[in-house]
């Protein structure tokens, strides 16, 4: 049964029954915001406490329909060792973007944000889920 374990901005943070950590627009949420360097920042910490209190490594999936782009404060970031502090410990990222714009966002944040782990975009929730799972514990 997937949870609720956090929220922050316009995010809501959901644990699902695989040991996956989903991201997602905050309820209600309909307009299309940047990312903002504080919200950066909770992904990354919300990360690093379930790496913390599981002991597993991370598996995460992000929606991103509802973000336009990136904060410049957020893009720098991602950018330097502290936005890069949960990489030895992920397994994979999924985005998943369902519309022609997150699909270019996804794109221009694989080209720029190149990390040590599997990421991937999807255009399904199903197919993102299906391929975090066949992702080995190491």
Request: proline share 5%.
């Amino acid at each position: 049964m997937e949870k609720k374990i956090d929220s922050f901005g316009q995010l809501d943070f959901w644990l699902l029954p695989a040991g996956i950590l989903d991201i997602r627009p905050a309820v209600g949420l309909e307009k299309k915001s940047p990312l903002t360097l504080a919200e950066a920042k909770k992904i990354e910490k919300v990360q690093a406490k379930y790496h913390k209190e599981s002991g597993r490594s991370i598996r995460l999936m992000v929606r991103i329909d509802n973000m336009s782009n990136l904060t410049k404060e957020a893009n720098a970031f991602w950018k330097m060792p502290e936005g890069k502090e949960n990489d030895p410990y992920t397994l994979g990222v999924a985005l998943i973007a369902n519309n022609l714009v997150a699909k270019m966002l996804g794109t221009v944040f694989l080209a720029i944000y190149p990390r040590e782990y599997p990421t991937k975009l999807f255009q399904s929730r199903e197919k993102a889920l299906k391929w975090l799972e066949s992702l080995e514990e190491c």
